[in-house]
């Protein structure tokens, strides 16, 4: 049972604009949530988290907002570069106590930004 | 200051064999998870280890195990391989105190079984 999703297995942006990558989760016990961006023949690197008692958190031209009510999150890319072609992935987690939990990852959406 | 790295990066068994893949997490980490990438999916999470036990495991059968070390690096056995155990095995560290913890992932050790 996925309980992350990631619907859209591709997008394509044109340099300059903004990517908006789209995730929805269906655990409302998850509290922490997490973007990856991964290259080919690489491991998946961190990109920006979020804690559920947030609604955006922002880290240069990486922005997360976090709808709990519609269990949904985004990540917003502005401006997109030709560098930021990659696989996205969103992970949620539970807390157990202060440790980090097993993380719940999505399928990953193909971000294709062309020149 | 050394990310998380794995060990190798590629490995090729013969189906019915056992493997031993190793992680040294990210300096000053002391909890290691290990995920199973097959192709076209996201990571699927195998088991977390914090102070030499295991604290979480995912839905993998008995033949996947680990250990953990007081060094905090990490291995994974997994006996009696199957052609469908070949994926990227990632191995992430993270640290056991405070809210905002990240995990950090390795390069990956690209299994393949034949």
Not at chain 1, 61 to 80: D, G
Not at chain 2, 40 to 54: A, K, L, V, W
Not at chain 2, 76 to 94: E, H, I, K, P, T
Request: a neutral charge.
């Amino acid at each position: 049972d996925q309980q992350v999703k990631q619907n859209s297995p591709s997008l394509s942006v044109q340099e300059g604009r903004i990517s908006i990558l789209n995730c929805d989760y269906t655990n409302s016990m998850f509290d922490y949530f997490l973007w990856y961006k991964k290259y080919p023949a690489e491991g998946p690197t961190f990109l920006i988290s979020i804690s559920s008692i947030k609604d955006k958190n922002e880290d240069g031209r990486f922005t997360v907002f976090l709808n709990k009510s519609a269990k949904h999150l985004s990540l917003h890319i502005v401006p997109s570069q030709p560098g930021d072609s990659a696989v996205y992935f969103c992970a949620a987690s539970e807390y157990r106590g202060s440790t980090l939990g097993r993380l719940y990852f999505g399928r990953g959406t193909q971000l294709t930004v062309w020149p | 200051d050394a990310g998380v790295t794995q060990s190798p990066t590629h490995l090729i068994k013969t189906r019915g064999q056992q493997v031993t893949l190793r992680c040294s997490p990210k300096s000053g980490h002391d909890t290691v998870s290990w995920y199973q990438q097959a192709l076209g999916q996201g990571p699927q999470f195998i088991f977390q280890y914090y102070e030499e036990e295991e604290r979480q495991r995912g839905n993998f059968p008995d033949r996947f195990s680990g250990h953990q070390f007081p060094n905090y690096s990490s291995e994974l056995n997994v006996n009696a391989l199957l052609l469908g155990d070949s994926a990227l095995y990632l191995c992430a560290s993270s640290l056991a105190v405070g809210q905002g913890t990240e995990a950090f992932f390795g390069q990956g050790t690209r299994l393949t079984v034949v």
